[in-house]
């Protein structure tokens, strides 16, 4: 590893432009390089944690051995820069800009009035060119002059996840459907292009053109001979990208991370959007590069899925048509966990969450993750490696284990397409039989996730039940009542009553369809089960397992006649925003994208965590969360003659510091001042607040309480 890790820099390109950086703090996000170390401020900081899309960019790897460009797209605020040593972003402004010429997408975003304040556009933007450059690598026939091969389910499953609070979703969804090959023009909603009368040739015409055959560049040639030779992290800062298992291992026991050196695993990095990250490690391990947790493979006896493979890519996988005969169960079983992946997260989080970073966070912190109740269902094994050596046991076991210690690491996770293993989770699958009275449960397994424990936990009691039985209401009813027992939320956990009648409901929906399967199937259509249920009901039963639910599509479909009234002309007209175009690309500025001044100093509010209580003091925490701290500003700060006035409302002015007394939870109780905005924000939530609630006086709740008390707001005159 010495010889690779000669003083190499971190390389990478923005929009085609070169980035050299010798020395870099690895747990810099790539959002606040490219906010503040570049001039490219499309991406904007919205939530920080994966949540809303603000921040959406587009990362191209180049693979030197197969000489091909992979395109996804990610959230900003969440990707560490490290990890992208030869990659090459772009942003919005990359796509197109007032200089070069807006790209067709920033064009359509603005005629069809998808663009209202322009916060959320360009990575509303981001994540639409992603799946359009991916759909058009595709080997999909071509689509008609002027479209791409993205169908319109697929161009609205695109933006799913970027969040915008002001335009409303049609007029997005419409700008983005406008390139889907498959879409109807006239369900596209008010715009500035298109006429009524006109005929549907003159109609995609008018419409900003778009070119797939036309190569948009995302990875510039100069990278491309630079990325066979420089994919190795810096000495200078302390990124390890291990390329093998020994080298993994010998790492995780050597000096750099013993003597008490602070070290993290790391894949996507995802995991810091749900939970924040206020420690700062002396070194990062970057699982990517070394093979066995980079594996996915899958044949007639199961799917092997390498713990660093990104969610996007399992799914994509699962979606292969395969040329080994998995068997019925196998494709059941592919296609519901890519169904049910589909549902986790946003395009931009799957691309670089993985699968087994989800795992060690439900196993080590409890997270309430989908992929560990859909594991557990389905009888998955583990690999590990650990202090001891290669250990492999099954998920269910691993989850009923002590908190992974840090050198432990997940490599692989191996779903088994075993007949008698199969299974009944959250997700619908048991292994059935139909016989002369009705359908015969051989084996279930039920998985409950996220209902108020600490991991997912399987409902023994009902499984041992159900197996055997002949499905009908009787037997349905006790299971339901079983199931009640089970599932019962940890105390301290919200609405316990709901979460338990949830699990009671699902399984009820499940299993109810097929307790009356023999008259069903010989009667046709009785008991108000459909045809498609009983076509469904009878390819399971021949598949020897049930599998519930067709699959739903995002699609939505409207027609919308606006009648334009001359009168006022040209009010009502659908004219473009001007400046729409430059929110789409980004270019517009806004407050937070004014550079600040240099040696500035950031501030982070600590809020109170309880209603009407005392302040009695606030500590920041000893450690390093300290680090870059200039001072805290509480009221008391206040120069004389000065006024502890924040905002100023029609009523009365609201205190910008809350004093002695925080009023509500959220009351701002002091300003921590420091060196940068990630050392204010750490010290601000790690702050802890020391409070006093006794003898305080009770919150008013209600109006009723508020007459009572006499507590009245003063109405300006
Ligand atoms: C906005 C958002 C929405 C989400 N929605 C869902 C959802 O709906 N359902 C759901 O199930 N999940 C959801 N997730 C969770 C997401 O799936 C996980 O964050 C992601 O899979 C973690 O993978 P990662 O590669 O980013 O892990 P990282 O963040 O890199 O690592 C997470 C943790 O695991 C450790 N780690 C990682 N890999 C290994 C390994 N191989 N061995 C040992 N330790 C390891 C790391 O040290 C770290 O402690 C969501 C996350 C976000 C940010
Ligand atoms: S800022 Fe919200 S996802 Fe990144
Ligand atoms: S947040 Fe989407 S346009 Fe304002």
Same mark, same amino acid.
């Given at each position: 590893?010495?010889?690779?890790?000669?003083?190499?820099?971190?390389?990478?390109? %923005?929009?085609?432009?070169?980035?050299?950086?010798?020395?870099?703090?690895?747990?810099?996000?790539?959002?606040?390089?490219?906010?503040?170390?570049?001039?490219?401020?499309?991406?904007?900081?919205?939530?920080?944690?994966?949540?809303?899309?603000?921040?959406?960019?587009?990362?191209?790897?180049?693979?030197?051995?197969?000489?091909?460009?992979?395109?996804?797209?990610?959230?900003?605020?969440?990707?560490?820069?490290?990890?992208?040593?030869?990659?090459?972003?772009?942003?919005?402004?990359?796509?197109?800009?007032?200089?070069?010429?807006?790209?067709?997408?920033?064009?359509?975003?603005?005629?069809?009035?998808? /663009?209202?304040?322009?916060? +959320?556009?360009?990575?509303? +933007?981001?994540?639409?060119? =992603?799946?359009?450059?991916?759909?058009?690598?595709?080997?999909?026939?071509?689509?008609?002059?002027?479209? /791409?091969?993205?169908? /319109? =389910?697929?161009?609205?499953?695109?933006?799913?996840?970027?969040?915008?609070?002001?335009?409303?979703?049609?007029?997005?969804?419409?700008? +983005?459907?406008?390139?889907?090959?498959?879409?109807?023009?006239?369900?596209?909603?008010?715009?500035?292009?298109?006429?009524?009368?006109?005929?549907?040739?003159?109609?995609?015409?008018?419409?900003?053109?778009?070119?797939?055959?036309?190569?948009?560049?995302?990875?510039?040639?100069?990278?491309?001979?630079?990325?066979?030779?420089?994919?190795?992290?810096?000495?200078?800062?302390?990124?390890?990208?291990?390329?093998?298992?020994?080298?993994?291992?010998?790492?995780?026991?050597?000096?750099?991370?013993?003597?008490?050196?602070?070290?993290?695993?790391?894949?996507?990095?995802?995991?810091?959007?749900?939970?924040?990250?206020?420690?700062?490690?002396?070194?990062?391990?970057?699982?990517?590069?070394?093979?066995?947790? $980079?594996?996915?493979?899958?044949?007639?006896?199961?799917?092997?899925?390498?713990?660093?493979?990104?969610?996007?890519?399992? *799914?994509?996988?699962?979606?292969?048509?395969?040329?080994?005969?998995?068997?019925?169960?196998?494709?059941?079983? =592919?296609?519901?966990?890519?169904?049910?992946?589909?549902?986790? !997260?946003?395009?931009?989080?799957?691309?670089?969450?993985? %699968?087994?970073?989800?795992?060690?966070?439900?196993?080590?912190?409890?997270?309430?993750?989908?992929?560990?109740?859909? &594991?557990?269902?389905?009888?998955?094994?583990?690999?590990?490696?650990?202090?001891?050596?290669?250990?492999?046991?099954?998920?269910?076991?691993?989850? =009923?284990?002590?908190?992974?210690?840090?050198?432990?690491?997940?490599?692989?996770? +191996?779903?088994?397409?075993?007949?008698?293993?199969?299974?009944?989770?959250?997700?619908?699958?048991?292994?059935?039989?139909?016989?002369?009275?009705?359908?015969?449960?051989?084996?279930?397994?039920?998985? &409950?996730?996220?209902?108020?424990?600490?991991?997912?936990?399987? !409902?023994?009691?009902?499984?041992?039940?159900?197996?055997?039985?002949?499905?009908?209401?009787? %037997?349905?009813?006790?299971?339901?009542?079983?199931?009640?027992?089970?599932?019962?939320?940890?105390?301290?956990?919200?609405?316990?009553?709901?979460?338990?009648?949830?699990?009671?409901?699902?399984?009820?929906? &499940?299993?109810?369809?097929?307790?009356?399967?023999? @008259?069903? *199937?010989?009667?046709?259509?009785?008991?108000?089960? $459909?045809?498609?249920?009983?076509?469904?009901?009878?390819? $399971?039963?021949?598949?020897?397992?049930?599998?519930?639910?067709?699959?739903?599509?995002?699609?939505?479909?409207?027609?919308? #006649? #606006?009648?334009? @009234?001359?009168?006022?002309?040209? #009010?009502?007209?659908?004219?473009?925003?001007?400046?729409?175009?430059?929110?789409?690309?980004?270019? !517009?500025?806004?407050?937070?994208?004014?550079?600040?001044?240099?040696?500035?100093?950031?501030?982070?509010? *600590?809020?109170?965590?309880?209603? $009407?209580?005392?302040?009695?003091?606030?500590?920041?925490?000893?450690?390093?969360?300290?680090?870059?701290?200039?001072?805290?500003?509480?009221?008391?700060?206040?120069?004389?003659?000065?006024?502890?006035?924040?905002? *100023?409302?029609?009523?009365?002015?609201?205190?910008?510091?809350?004093?002695?007394?925080?009023?509500?939870?959220?009351?701002?109780?002091?300003?921590? #001042?420091?060196?940068?905005?990630? @050392?204010?924000?750490?010290?601000?939530?790690?702050?802890?607040?020391?409070?006093?609630?006794?003898?305080?006086? @009770?919150?008013?709740?209600? %109006?009723?309480?508020?007459?009572?008390?006499?507590?009245?707001?003063?109405?300006?005159?």
């Amino acid at each position: 590893m010495d010889e690779r890790q000669k003083n190499v820099s971190l390389v990478l390109a %923005v929009n085609g432009e070169r980035f050299e950086l010798p020395c870099v703090d690895p747990s810099t996000t790539l959002l606040h390089f490219l906010r503040s170390e570049t001039c490219f401020k499309s991406p904007k900081l919205g939530c920080g944690e994966g949540g809303c899309g603000a921040c959406v960019v587009l990362v191209s790897k180049y693979d030197p051995n197969v000489k091909k460009v992979e395109d996804f797209s990610v959230s900003s605020c969440l990707t560490l820069l490290c990890s992208l040593n030869g990659c090459s972003i772009t942003t919005s402004e990359g796509l197109g800009n007032t200089r070069d010429g807006f790209h067709s997408i920033h064009e359509r975003f603005a005629g069809f009035h998808a /663009s209202q304040c322009g916060f +959320c556009t360009p990575g509303m +933007c981001m994540s639409f060119f =992603s799946a359009l450059i991916n759909a058009d690598k595709g080997n999909k026939p071509d689509p008609p002059p002027g479209f /791409s091969k993205l169908t /319109s =389910s697929e161009a609205e499953k695109a933006i799913a996840g970027n969040l915008c609070r002001c335009t409303g979703y049609r007029p997005i969804a419409d700008a +983005c459907k406008s390139f889907a090959s498959d879409v109807d023009i006239e369900d596209l909603g008010f715009n500035s292009f298109l006429k009524k009368g006109d005929s549907k040739e003159v109609k995609v015409s008018k419409l900003p053109p778009y070119d797939p055959t036309k190569n948009f560049s995302t990875y510039p040639e100069f990278l491309k001979s630079e990325s066979a030779t420089n994919s190795e992290s810096s000495r200078r800062y302390p990124w390890y990208s291990s390329v093998s298992i020994e080298e993994l291992r010998s790492l995780l026991y050597s000096n750099v991370t013993e003597n008490g050196a602070s070290f993290k695993l790391i894949v996507g990095n995802t995991g810091t959007g749900y939970y924040k990250e206020t420690q700062r490690y002396d070194h990062y391990i970057d699982l990517r590069y070394i093979p066995e947790p $980079s594996i996915i493979k899958r044949d007639q006896t199961g799917i092997e899925v390498g713990a660093a493979v990104t969610i996007s890519k399992l *799914i994509s996988f699962l979606k292969e048509e395969n040329k080994v005969n998995l068997g019925s169960y196998g494709m059941l079983v =592919s296609q519901k966990l890519a169904n049910h992946m589909e549902k986790i !997260a946003s395009p931009f989080v799957r691309n670089s969450a993985s %699968v087994g970073g989800n795992l060690v966070m439900a196993q080590k912190n409890g997270f309430p993750s989908d992929i560990a109740t859909l &594991f557990l269902g389905l009888c998955a094994t583990v690999s590990l490696m650990t202090s001891h050596g290669f250990e492999k046991l099954t998920w269910e076991e691993l989850l =009923s284990r002590p908190p992974l210690d840090s050198r432990t690491v997940l490599l692989s996770v +191996c779903i088994p397409f075993k007949q008698d293993q199969s299974s009944l989770q959250i997700h619908s699958e048991a292994d059935v039989s139909l016989c002369q009275k009705g359908l015969l449960i051989n084996n279930i397994q039920l998985a &409950f996730g996220a209902y108020g424990t600490k991991h997912a936990t399987r !409902a023994k009691k009902v499984e041992e039940y159900l197996t055997g039985k002949i499905l009908n209401i009787h %037997v349905l009813y006790e299971a339901l009542k079983l199931v009640k027992l089970a599932v019962v939320p940890e105390d301290g956990t919200l609405h316990p009553e709901y979460r338990s009648s949830l699990a009671v409901n699902y399984v009820y929906e &499940f299993l109810h369809p097929f307790t009356d399967v023999h @008259s069903a *199937i010989s009667g046709g259509l009785l008991n108000g089960i $459909s045809d498609i249920l009983v076509e469904e009901l009878s390819k $399971s039963c021949n598949d020897g397992c049930i599998s519930q639910g067709r699959e739903q599509t995002l699609l939505s479909s409207a027609k919308q #006649v #606006v009648e334009l @009234s001359t009168e006022y002309y040209p #009010v009502g007209e659908p004219m473009k925003k001007v400046g729409a175009a430059k929110q789409a690309s980004g270019e !517009a500025v806004y407050v937070d994208d004014i550079p600040s001044p240099p040696n500035c100093l950031h501030g982070a509010f *600590i809020y109170s965590t309880k209603p $009407s209580a005392g302040v009695k003091g606030i500590q920041l925490e000893s450690n390093r969360s300290t680090d870059g701290v200039t001072t805290i500003i509480t009221f008391k700060d206040i120069p004389s003659g000065g006024e502890n006035v924040g905002v *100023i409302t029609m009523s009365d002015p609201e205190p910008l510091f809350a004093d002695d007394l925080a009023r509500c939870a959220g009351d701002k109780i002091a300003l921590v #001042v420091a060196d940068s905005q990630r @050392s204010a924000d750490v010290a601000a939530r790690t702050a802890l607040v020391e409070y006093d609630t006794e003898n305080i006086y @009770s919150p008013i709740l209600t %109006v009723e309480e508020a007459v009572e008390k006499s507590s009245f707001f003063q109405i300006a005159p």
